[in-house]
């Protein structure tokens, strides 16, 4: 059976560009909460879109978000969850509906996250990430996998990204705690060069399962 992976960190750690590899190695999907609710942003719910939340930087709240993860992991044969959980809350759902092989923790130091965010670039058809310094495509606004045109995050403003950390802070850093008191956090390097990090992912992966 594939791998179900949990992968932790702040907002700019590295979790979509490590997970992406995590997809391609051990054939596992990748479940975000991030692009699920980028590709639904103006849905209506009774809580309002989820435009209105990630572009100021806050929460989705959580019956909408949990619904997303429950019916993405149903259909997952393996999965690498990128984004999710986010509270106490969120940990305590996901307990319920599955079981995790691997619990990563990319650790960043705050100071690097912001240039990290604001400097980062997307592919606006396959998703791939970039970043204007430290990681360029070949060609400067082309996505090299696919030929995609690179775009910037709407919350990846000075300011959003700010409230993103104010927020992950407050919320996401009890679920590290959390997981880190049961045991199961693998800390891993995140201020290391991509290479590296995916080095020690992948040693963590096949340690944990
Ligand atoms: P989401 O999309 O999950 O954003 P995030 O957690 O803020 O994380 P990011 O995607 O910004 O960072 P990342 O860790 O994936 O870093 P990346 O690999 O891109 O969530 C967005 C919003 O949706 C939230 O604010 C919230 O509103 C809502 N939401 C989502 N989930 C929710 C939930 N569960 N509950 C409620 N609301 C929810 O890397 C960043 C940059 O750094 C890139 O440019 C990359 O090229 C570069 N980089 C990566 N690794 C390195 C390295 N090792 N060295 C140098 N540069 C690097
Ligand atoms: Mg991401
Ligand atoms: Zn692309």
């Known amino acids: 059976m594939d791998p179900n992976i949990l992968i932790l960190g702040a907002p700019g750690a590295g979790k979509g560009t490590q997970s992406r590899r995590i997809t391609e190695k051990y054939d596992v999907e990748h479940v975000t909460t991030g692009d699920a609710l980028r590709a639904n942003k103006h849905m209506e719910t009774e809580h ?6 990630m572009n100021e930087g806050e929460l989705v709240p959580d019956p909408v978000v949990n619904e997303i993860v429950k019916a993405a992991l149903e259909d ?45 670039r997307v592919c606006d058809e396959c998703g791939a990430n970039y970043h204007v310094d430290f990681n360029q495509p070949e060609e400067s606004g082309v996505c090299d996998e696919c030929g995609g045109e690179l775009v910037q995050r709407e919350d990846d403003t000075e300011e959003t990204v700010r409230e993103r950390i104010r927020v992950y802070e407050e919320n996401t850093q009890p679920v590290i705690d959390f997981y880190d008191d049961e045991g199961e956090l693998v800390r891993i390097d995140g201020e290391q060069t991509p290479d590296e990090v995916w080095d020690d992912v992948q040693d963590a992966i096949e340690s944990s399962v």
Do not use: H, M
């Open 76 to 120: 997952a044969d393996g999965y690498v969850l990128d984004g999710y959980p986010r509270n106490l809350s969120q940990a305590e759902y996901l307990a319920d509906i599955t079981d995790l092989d691997a619990v990563l923790y990319l650790d960043v130091d705050k100071s690097v996250l912001v240039d990290r965010l604001t400097g980062r």
């Open 48 to 53: 309002g879109t989820p435009a209105s939340y």
